[in-house]
């Protein structure tokens, strides 16, 4: 956060940060499109913006963790507790979607 904000005043400071910082928002992206595939989610917004939500959300409680802005008024816990729970939705719905080898195998065997 340091850096982030030192780079908003000092040119040659971005030069630096930019690229590192854009590369971050681009493997952010990269991931939200694997889990919009491995999930086979359908979406009515694009994983950009995905991607953008989950870095702005990011830097945005960074930002209040520097401040000192406690869990009482930031409610840090209970966003990262949120996301956490959406994952596990998201794991157990495609656990259970998938197909399952063994339940084919043993059909082929009683059918025979």
């Not at 952010?28 to 913006?49: F, M, N, S, W």
Request: glycine share 8%; net charge positive.
């Amino acid at each position: 956060m340091e850096l982030s904000a030192a780079s908003i005043s000092d040119p040659s400071l971005r030069a630096q940060f930019l690229p590192r910082y854009l590369a971050w928002r681009r493997l952010v992206d990269a991931a939200v499109r694997d889990a919009i595939a491995r999930y086979d989610l359908k979406l009515p917004v694009p994983a950009e913006a995905i991607g953008s939500w989950i870095g702005t959300f990011w830097m945005g409680m960074e930002l209040e963790m520097v401040l000192g802005i406690g869990e009482a008024d930031g409610h840090h816990r209970a966003a990262l507790k949120a996301m956490q729970s959406l994952l596990e939705k998201l794991d157990a719905g495609a656990r259970s979607a998938a197909p399952n080898p063994r339940r084919g195998s043993q059909s082929k065997r009683r059918s025979s």
